[in-house]
């Protein structure tokens, strides 16, 4: 009985390389800067849920015999107090975590309902030709209005506060990512699979929705993650003006703001959470741009 042998032309050269599953993950991950950003994220994202359980007192008890306590590094800084106090002796470390819960939950319901609303109508404006000119004029007008702008015209109207910040944050997102979620809509329903639909019968809600959105998703995220770090910059803007949340609540743009009058007394009341937006602004920029190169098409076989 004879062995039978595998042919050689069946072995695998040992030369060729095995194939690589995932490598944009793979070039995501050896990207140290934007792992770092994404922890620093996610830290400060649980420090912000936590706050309740985390904050070492109440961020709200005012204590004048404590007020302008310097952090906890310097020559008259307390244990009690990390990093120190405010003008009114509250608790600094305390008001952070506070002020960061609310900074990012105005960022995520900005971003949420300004970006919803603009891939709809980004959707709608490629599918439906015959209403992509008033879309976009609407969209011209919108982008014409700043976001301060914005959110002076809604504090006169409702009055200053947190409602009045995200509506105008939120009515500033809408026209950028009209244009983004458009153009990438655009692109695809140029594409084959579209005019298959439509042959044989497919309704226009199924193509808006597991054929066109599906495929323009992951562009509008990644703008979105960029778009989310803007936000909070001019949220936090709005706030210092006195546009955004009303003492005694919390936030990290008023938090910068009521300490300007101490600067050269006190300037770590500024300082500290300018400086917590700062990161958290730069954290999203980086995570952005590496969330860009990781689902460019460009780069997929790099």
């Known amino acids: 009985m004879t062995a039978v042998t595998a042919s050689p032309a069946a072995a695998p050269a040992p030369d060729s390389p095995a194939p690589r599953r995932f490598p944009a993950l793979r070039r995501l991950f050896r990207d140290k800067l934007a792992i770092a950003a994404a922890i620093i994220l996610i830290l400060l994202i649980v420090a912000a849920i936590l706050?309740?359980?985390?904050?070492?007192?109440?961020p709200y008890l005012t204590n004048t015999r404590l007020r302008m306590l310097p952090p906890v590094w310097e020559a008259r800084g307390r244990w009690q107090f990390l990093l120190g106090t405010d003008g009114l002796g509250r608790c600094m470390l305390s008001r952070l975590l506070y002020g960061l819960q609310a900074t990012l939950l105005m960022g995520v319901i900005a971003t949420a309902i300004g970006g919803s609303i603009g891939i709809?109508?980004?959707?709608?404006?490629?599918?439906?030709?015959?209403?992509?000119?008033?879309?976009?004029?609407?969209?011209?007008?919108?982008?014409?209005?700043?976001?301060?702008?914005?959110?002076?015209?809604?504090?006169a109207v409702v009055g200053p506060g947190m409602t009045a910040v995200v509506v105008s944050l939120a009515i500033a997102t809408i026209p950028t990512v009209v244009?983004?979620?458009?153009?990438?809509?655009?692109?695809?329903?140029?594409?084959?699979?579209?005019?298959?639909?439509?042959?044989?019968?497919?309704?226009?809600?199924?193509?808006?929705?597991r054929y066109l959105a599906?495929?323009?998703?992951?562009?509008?995220?990644?703008?979105?993650?960029?778009?989310?770090?803007?936000?909070i910059l001019l949220g936090s803007a709005l706030s210092f003006l006195g546009l955004g949340a009303q003492p005694p609540i919390a936030e990290l743009g008023t938090m910068a703001s009521a300490g300007r009058n101490e600067l050269f007394l006190a300037p770590h009341i500024?300082?500290?959470?300018?400086?917590?937006?700062?990161?958290?602004?730069?954290?999203?920029?980086?995570?952005?741009?590496?969330?860009?190169?990781?689902?460019?098409?460009?780069?997929?076989h790099g």
């Open 120 to 155: 709809v109508l980004g959707l709608v404006s490629a599918f439906y030709r015959r209403l992509d000119g008033i879309i976009m004029h609407m969209s011209d007008i919108l982008l014409s209005f700043p976001a301060i702008l914005l959110g002076l015209a809604f504090a």
């Open 179 to 209: 244009r983004v979620t458009r153009a990438s809509a655009l692109v695809v329903m140029g594409q084959d699979f579209i005019e298959a639909g439509r042959s044989i019968g497919l309704t226009d809600g199924t193509l808006l929705v």
């Open 214 to 231: 599906l495929n323009c998703i992951s562009s509008v995220f990644v703008y979105l993650t960029l778009r989310f770090g803007q936000v």
């Open 270 to 300: 500024s300082v500290i959470p300018s400086l917590v937006i700062v990161v958290l602004v730069l954290c999203a920029n980086v995570l952005g741009d590496a969330l860009r190169d990781m689902l460019d098409p460009r780069l997929r």
């Open 51 to 58: 706050a309740p359980w985390l904050a070492p007192n109440d």
